[in-house]
């Protein structure tokens, strides 16, 4: 078996300096914010997973449907011998792609989560005993060193997290990206595409209530974390499209007046009724808009592929 490395980049106790930091940050200001990353312990991860098989949850089939069918377009155009993926949660998409890399030599999956990458890994290596992985527990958004390994290198950023990203931190995010790439060098980024309003919606908004459940988990994650009293009850999820910046906004809505005590940082938080805490931002992209930002960053968009319905791109970009 090929070796397995595990570097950790970021402290042990960086996990908890954050969430604290997050939600003093967020729920002391107006209006009421907290960044999307904190809906993923256990359970949020078991809902999203649920997510991704809902009938309106289209993103994750249709970014596998253009995997499947352009993986060998994307292996002839980048040559890639090292394969880095950003945010690579259980590798299961990616595995499209190491399929079609014959020149495949080295794969680097970044993520904050260590049982995550460990168990993606150990099943990767047993699968395919020749590939070298070098995993990384870090956080691409603050800045990122790549472990030594051959080129040319392919980055993978998938799934449309790019658009949690508000338009400077996408910014910086793809300047930090360019940063890591000789020329030549390529990133492969998923990204949700610009339609119909009820289509949109309805994906982050089902009738089964799955994504719900999965707003309203980040107040369990509060709860336990920092010893808060919120009451997941008190609160209405919201999905709502905003025309002008073209994106998803999910939102949590106080159903009445309320206080919550967070004794871990010693803050008493009030809640007008129908006030909000704003706990994701999922913008939606157009070809040209993508272009632009790649451009900016020091990447040239080589290739666009979107899948049968339009709905989704993967767009290939070159590092120049």
Not at 116 to 138: C, K, N
Request: aromatic share 6%; proline share 6%; with cysteine.
């Amino acid at each position: 078996m090929s070796p397995f490395l595990l570097t950790r980049t970021l402290p042990e106790d960086a996990t908890d300096a954050d969430l604290r930091a997050d939600v003093l940050h967020g729920l002391t200001r107006t209006p009421k914010v907290l960044p999307p990353k904190w809906f993923y312990d256990a359970r949020g991860s078991e809902l999203f997973e649920e997510i991704t098989r809902l009938p309106e949850y289209y993103p994750t089939r249709a970014e596998r449907e253009i995997l499947i069918a352009r993986a060998p377009g994307i292996a002839a155009a980048t040559r890639a011998r090292t394969l880095v993926e950003l945010g690579s949660g259980s590798s299961e998409k990616t595995r499209h792609l190491l399929d079609a890399l014959p020149a495949l030599e080295s794969y680097v999956p970044v993520d904050v989560s260590e049982s995550a990458l460990t168990a993606a890994a150990s099943s990767l290596l047993e699968e395919r005993p020749a590939l070298s992985v070098h995993a990384l527990i870090a956080d691409f958004t603050r800045g990122l060193a790549l472990p030594g390994t051959p080129g040319p290198r392919l980055v993978a950023f998938l799934g449309g997290t790019i658009g949690n990203l508000l338009p400077d931190e996408r910014a910086v995010f793809l300047k930090s990206v360019r940063s890591l790439l000789a020329p030549g060098d390529a990133l492969l980024m998923g990204t949700d595409l610009v339609k119909d309003e009820a289509t949109l919606v309805a994906a982050y908004d089902d009738a089964q209530g799955v994504t719900a459940a999965f707003n309203k988990n980040v107040l369990s994650v509060i709860d336990r974390e920092l010893g808060a009293d919120f009451d997941p009850d008190d609160f209405e999820h919201v999905a709502v499209w905003d025309r002008e910046r073209e994106w998803i906004e999910m939102r949590l809505r106080a159903r009445t007046a309320l206080t919550v005590k967070i004794p871990e940082l010693d803050i008493a938080v009030c809640f007008e009724a129908g006030e909000e805490i704003r706990t994701e931002v999922s913008a939606k992209f157009r070809q040209g808009g993508v272009r632009r930002e790649l451009g900016a960053a020091g990447l040239e968009l080589r290739e666009w592929w979107t899948d049968g319905a339009g709905r989704f791109a993967l767009s290939l970009a070159v590092a120049v």
